[in-house]
T-cell receptor, first 114, second 110 residues
Framework: DSGVTQTPKHLITATGQRVTLRCSPR?????VYWYQQSLDQGLQFLIQ???????AKGNILERFSAQQFPDLHSELNLSSLELGDSALYFC?????????????FGPGTRLLVL | EDQVTQSPEALRLQEGESSSLNCSYT??????LFWYRQDPGKGPEFLFT???AGEEKEKERLKATLTKKESFLHITAPKPEDSATYLC???????????FGKGTKLSVKP
């Protein structure tokens, strides 16, 4: 158990819908990262928040957005969903802003768009 | 551009048959090379971090090594419970995110 929690575990929805994925980092960690894992692409970085502020952006679509709240939990919002958005979404956390420290991953949310 | 390539894509071993997994990388300013283990449908589980060429780390049957261009994950006398996908990732440049390879899927048969 990494100490990172994610809800829900599974999500099934239809194209065009909007969903919210939630992540709670390990106690004391200030950074939260979101990654997407699909069969053909592997793990792809989406976005990082550090202490409530956006820190870095990766291959995140404009239909996707995220935020980190004062209690440091984070939410990833996915809208206008398409079939290709079906994937595993992982949250990871680390103590600082990302200077070579280890990231610990949550169990993931499996999203299926029908 | 920072890049990670893992080989082989899949590896089948008999129990007790030692082998190595390869992770080749190109990066401008390495700030960490990470190994994770991932079981199907689960989140990556942290194994090792290496920071500089020549560094080695061990944990049970696993040993990770690092050169300026490659990292190896050596598995000694593997057991069926070592079956998993092993992911290599690096952190470089100014961003904090990890860049992952596509992984090596290891199967160990009894």
């Amino acid at each position: 158990d990494s100490g990172v929690t994610q809800t829900p575990k599974h999500l099934i929805t239809a194209t065009g819908q909007r969903v919210t994925l939630r992540c709670s980092p390990r106690s004391g960690d200030l950074s939260v990262y979101w990654y997407q894992q699909s069969l053909d692409q592997g793990l792809q970085f989406l976005i990082q928040y550090y202490n409530g502020e956006e820190r870095a952006k990766g291959n995140i679509l404009e239909r996707f957005s995220a935020q980190q709240f004062p209690d440091l939990h984070s939410e990833l919002n996915l809208s206008s969903l398409e079939l290709g958005d079906s994937a595993l979404y992982f949250c990871a956390s680390s103590q600082g802003a990302g200077e070579g420290e280890t990231q610990y991953f949550g169990p993931g949310t499996r999203l299926l768009v029908l | 551009e920072d890049q990670v390539t893992q080989s082989p894509e899949a590896l089948r071993l008999q129990e007790g048959e030692s082998s190595s997994l390869n992770c080749s990388y190109t990066v401008s300013g390495l700030r960490g090379l990470f190994w994770y283990r991932q079981d199907p449908g689960k989140g990556p589980e942290f194994l090792f971090t290496l920071y500089s060429a020549g560094e080695e780390k061990e944990k049970e049957r696993l040993k990770a090594t690092l050169t300026k261009k490659e990292s190896f994950l050596h598995i000694t006398a593997p057991k069926p419970e070592d079956s998993a996908t092993y992911l290599c990732a690096l952190k470089g440049g100014s961003q904090g995110n990890l860049i992952f390879g596509k992984g090596t899927k290891l199967s160990v048969k009894p």
